[in-house]
Antibody
Framework: EVQLLESGGGVVQPGGSLRLSCAAS????????MAWVRQAPGRGLERVSG????????YHTDSVKGRFTISRDNSKNTLYLQMNNLRAEDTAVYHC??????????????????WGQGALVTVSS | IQMTQSPSTLSASVGDRVTITCRAS??????LAWYQQKPGKAPNLLISKASNLESGVPSRFSGSGSGTEFALTISSLQPDDFATYYCQQYENYVTFGQGTRLEIK
């Protein structure tokens, strides 16, 4: 059974930093792309960052470029999201999600067949 | 690619047949998925490739469409189906629709 367990959420002041982790089990972690998908209060889903199985391909949405860094440690079956210079609009539940492929093929990517319950990040003074 | 779902909210009763639509701003061929999300829970993949039902998903759910117009149909609503539904295209990177909340009438 696939399990994804996020940790590292919390309350941080604007301009602060947090590091999210996602511990994965139940599948061959290095064979699949992973992503962080966030959901602001009362809002829809937004893919924030994605990373291929071998870390060769990395994606960040425009609003977080230069502030967030996605990474993975395949020896530890763990996905990370380093978030710096946080803003109020980054407040959301951050889910890690397992892609159905190792990486996008050109622009054609993948859907997500397993999700974690999410980590709440609140940016407030 | 922008994904637009309609309606934003749908009120229905147990036993009803309901359809949620998803429109893409350009063709995504059939690279479209549907998810169900309940409050405080993670999204759950229902359908991939526009019409492929995921393992364990009840057969009352079905997906259809290609190009820019897609639909998720629930043939006979059950109490467990009241939730929010999202479409997601993966033809050109990844984008989600804004969601459709299915509520009890």
């Amino acid at each position: 059974e696939v399990q994804l367990l996020e940790s590292g959420g919390g309350v941080v002041q604007p301009g602060g930093s947090l590091r999210l982790s996602c511990a994965a089990s139940g599948f061959t972690f290095s064979s699949y792309a992973m992503a962080w998908v966030r959901q602001a209060p009362g809002r829809g889903l937004e893919r924030v960052s994605g990373i291929s199985g071998s870390s060769t391909y990395i994606y960040h949405t425009d609003s977080v470029k230069g502030r967030f860094t996605i990474s993975r440690d395949n020896s530890k079956n763990t996905l990370y999201l380093q978030m710096n210079n946080l803003r109020a609009e980054d407040t959301a539940v951050y889910h890690c999600a397992k892609g159905t492929l190792e990486h996008c093929s050109g622009r054609r990517c993948y859907n997500f067949d397993s999700w974690g319950q999410g980590a709440l990040v609140t940016v407030s003074s | 690619i922008q994904m637009t779902q309609s309606p934003s909210t749908l009120s229905a009763s147990v036993g009803d047949r309901v359809t949620i639509t998803c429109r893409a701003s350009q063709s995504v061929t059939t690279w479209l998925a549907w998810y169900q999300q309940k409050p405080g829970k993670a999204p759950n993949l229902l359908i991939s490739k526009a019409s492929n039902l995921e393992s364990g998903v009840p057969s009352r759910f079905s997906g259809s469409g290609s190009g820019t117009e897609f639909a998720l149909t629930i043939s006979s609503l059950q109490p467990d189906d009241f939730a929010t539904y999202y479409c997601q295209q993966y033809e050109n990177y990844v984008t989600f629709g804004q969601g459709t909340r299915l509520e009890i009438k």
